[in-house]
């Protein structure tokens, strides 16, 4: 049964860090892309990052390219998103995602995830 665990949400100043992650069970890390995404409250939910299920290869928002990092461990089965510099806009539930590919890249659009996880809220405030 594949499962996703957010962890390492909540609140932190403008300028400061956080790492979140992501825990997968039911599957390895090796055939299955991981996606970050956020929804902000009232807002769609929208792409963060990836990282491809192939070689690693990671795809970063705009938003938070240079800030945010995405990285994998295969052995703990554990993707973890790196946030630096955090921004108020950064204040959204955080939600890890997969999907099963052997593409080259990692799914960009949200529509392709078949499994998510239950979120973990980071808010950015003074």
């Known amino acids: 049964q594949v499962q996703l665990v957010e962890s390492g949400g909540g609140l932190v100043q403008p300028g400061g860090s956080l790492r979140l992650s992501c825990a997968a069970s039911?599957?390895?890390?090796?055939?299955?892309?991981i996606g970050w995404f956020r929804q902000a409250p009232g807002k769609e939910r929208e792409t963060v990052s990836c990282?491809?299920?192939?070689?690693?290869?990671?795809y970063y928002a705009d938003s938070v390219k240079g800030r945010f990092t995405i990285s994998r461990d295969i052995a703990k089965s554990t993707v973890y998103l790196q946030m630096n510099s955090l921004k108020p806009e950064d204040t959204a539930v955080y939600y890890c995602?997969?999907?099963?590919?052997?593409?080259?890249?990692?799914?960009?659009?949200?529509?392709?995830?078949?499994?998510w996880g239950q979120g973990t809220q980071v808010t950015v405030s003074s």
């Open positions: 039911g599957f390895t890390l090796d055939y299955y892309d």
């Open positions: 990282i491809s299920s192939s070689d690693g290869s990671t």
């Open positions: 995602a997969t999907e099963k590919s052997t593409a080259a890249n990692c799914g960009v659009d949200r529509y392709e995830y078949d499994y």
